[in-house]
Every structure is written in C-alpha cells, then in structure tokens.
C-alpha cells in the first residue's frame, strides 16, 4: 500500500482524487491540505465524501512528508512551482496546475505573465498526457498534467499528425466546457445566473491551452503548427466536447485514430459516423472519440469527449501516479461513466 497526499484537496479537482483513490486497492490517503480551510473535516466540506475516513484537513506546512510516497498538487495555477521547490526530492508529484506543462520558460512567461519561478524543476518536469508519453512518466519524479480542454483536443488530432493524414495548417478546435473546468472559488462569471440558459464563447483567440496545442502539436508534426481554437461555456456541471475540422480522408482519419488507439484502455474510437456524448462519459476516466465525414471531400469531422474533471484532471492525474508507483495503470479507474 502506498500513500499519497493531496495538497489543495477543497477544490473541484482534489475532490475528485478522494473519490477516485477511496478504492484504489494500492493507494491510501496519508493528508490532505487546504490553508483557508485547515482544521476542517473533508465532509464538512465536501459532504458527498462523509462515509470515507479521511485525514482532516491541515496546512502544507505541517504535513509529514516522511509517511508519503506521492503528492498530488491540486493548487492554484502560479502557486505550485513555489511549494514543490520546497519538497523533500525523494517524494514523486503529479501537479494538476499548469505551472510545468510548458516545455520553454519564456512561452511560459508569454502566456501567464510572470517568470518562471522553478526553473530546475521545470527542465526535469514530464507532459502528463498518459497515452503518449507513458515511457517518461514511469521513471518521472514530476509530472504535469494536461490542460482539460488541451488533452480533449490532443487525443483527437496527435495521431493525425503523426500519421500525416491530414493538413496541420488547417486545424479548427471549437470546444465546449462544462462550468467546473473554473474551479470552485467564488467567481461573477460562474454564477447559476450569468451561466444557466446560456451558451458563449470566452478567451476567444487567446486562451492558454493554445501554447499546450502549439507544444504538443509542433513535435507530433515535426514542424510548428498553429490551430485555431475558441472554447465555449457550456450550462452543465461537467463534461467537454471537441468538435475538430480539419482537411483530410474520414477513412485515414478513422483508421489512424482507431489503430492509435486499440490497446488503450480508457480511449475509444466509435464507429464511424457516430458521434460522441458527454454524457456518456460523465464520472469516469473515458474519452470517446468520432469520426464524420463533412459533405465537402478531402474534409473530415473529428469528436471527442471526457470529462473534465476526470479523464481531463484528477484521473489522468491519478492513471500517472499509477505509473510512477509502479502500479497497474488502470487502478482506482475502472467504474463505469454514470448514466442517466
């Protein structure tokens, strides 16, 4: 049995890896941190989680790291670089921010606003996109994990680019996002009010998963590639679809994505001409992936969907630190989508 701490665990995504680890038959629970909540109960936080026996709630700083194998840092972007420099070096850390997903210092500063502030750790940090670089991950001590509404898009377009089925100038990501992908903190934007009976658009033309699509893109091509990207908003709890255009043959596209794909346990490819649902998928570590053919030849619609706070954050964190702890990859990720 190994122990993992959470640090951040009163936020949408340190929730979720409670749930997910509760039965994970290898991996327990050894702290959980949250600084404006610390002496709190988790279910008085969370009351979902009350039947489970948790550590209360306590500040990073009185953890005792000796008794733990793993962190997952749940924290506020711009904040983790800071804490994990200050961590014993034996501990491995899968970050769920996007402080280490950025390969280059300076495309990090461009898109966030600030330096760098761990510099040493960001050389040695691994992409946390499971499905393509579980190699890395395995012997990683630090892990940074995917932007939700990046690795939706990635799993829909990467294979293709590696195959040379279709066009890299000529990729349209329009993305659709449950409210969760926010977070929790209390923001104007994410009201019941300014959010129900609603549908837009939002970071149109400079959201910061282009600089993950950019990275990520650029090396499965082998040479820079820009797509276009608009997210949008959509009124529901969780749950992202991608709908991806892009200029190439539906039966190269399908049958890349589906030979891709084959072995992996948590990404299917549905027969062609069927599209996903993020209903489907909701509550669980699985992406369905689409494929349709557009009434233009030579054009091609690829779907996929996950959700956002699973196979998007806190289960895609949770498959990594499997890997790194030598694990089986799939543990405490095995319960079916939940429906209706």
């Not at 122990?3 to 702290?31: K, M």
């Not at 969780?238 to 892009?246: E, K, M, Q």
Request: include cysteine; aromatic fraction near 6%.
């Amino acid at each position: 049995m190994r122990t993992a701490a959470i640090l951040g665990a009163s936020g949408y995504t340190g929730a979720e890896l409670v749930r997910l680890i509760a039965t994970h038959p290898g991996l327990r629970i050894g702290a959980l941190t949250a600084d404006r909540k610390a002496g709190s109960e988790m279910r008085d936080v969370f009351p979902h989680l009350t039947h489970l026996d948790l550590p209360a709630l306590t500040r990073i700083e009185d953890v005792d790291f000796a008794r733990i194998d793993l962190v997952f840092c749940a924290l506020p972007h711009a904040t983790t670089q800071e804490v994990v420099a200050e961590l014993p070096r034996d501990l491995k850390v899968v970050d769920l921010s996007a402080d280490f997903r950025l390969e280059d210092p300076a495309v990090y500063e461009r898109w966030y606003g600030h330096a760098h502030h761990a510099l040493a750790l960001q050389a040695e940090a691994v992409y946390g996109l499971t499905e393509f670089y579980r190699d890395r991950i395995a012997p990683a001590r630090l892990v940074a994990g995917t932007g939700c509404n990046a690795a939706t898009g990635m799993y829909a377009v990467l294979p293709l680019l590696a195959d040379r089925v279709i066009d890299p100038d000529e990729i349209i990501i329009d993305l659709a996002t449950g409210v969760s992908g926010a977070g929790r903190s209390p923001k104007e934007g994410s009201l019941y009010a300014e959010v129900a009976e609603g549908f837009h658009a939002y970071n149109v033309a400079a959201h910061r998963h282009l600089a993950e699509f950019d990275q990520e893109f650029s090396k499965a091509a082998g040479r820079s590639v820009t797509c276009t990207f608009t997210p949008h908003l959509a009124p529901q709890n969780r749950g992202i679809l991608a709908t991806v255009y892009v200029r190439g043959e539906a039966a190269e596209i399908h049958a890349s994505l589906a030979r891709r794909y084959a072995a992996e346990p948590f990404l299917h490819v549905l027969p062609m001409g069927r599209t996903p649902q993020t209903r489907h998928v909701r509550g669980s570590n699985h992406c369905h992936i689409g494929v349709v053919a557009d009434r233009r030849a030579g054009r091609t619609m690829v779907f996929a969907a996950l959700d956002n706070l699973v196979k998007g954050a806190s289960g895609q964190a949770l498959q990594n630190a499997n890997l790194m702890l030598g694990l089986p990859e799939t543990q405490g990720l095995d319960a079916a989508p939940l429906f209706p």
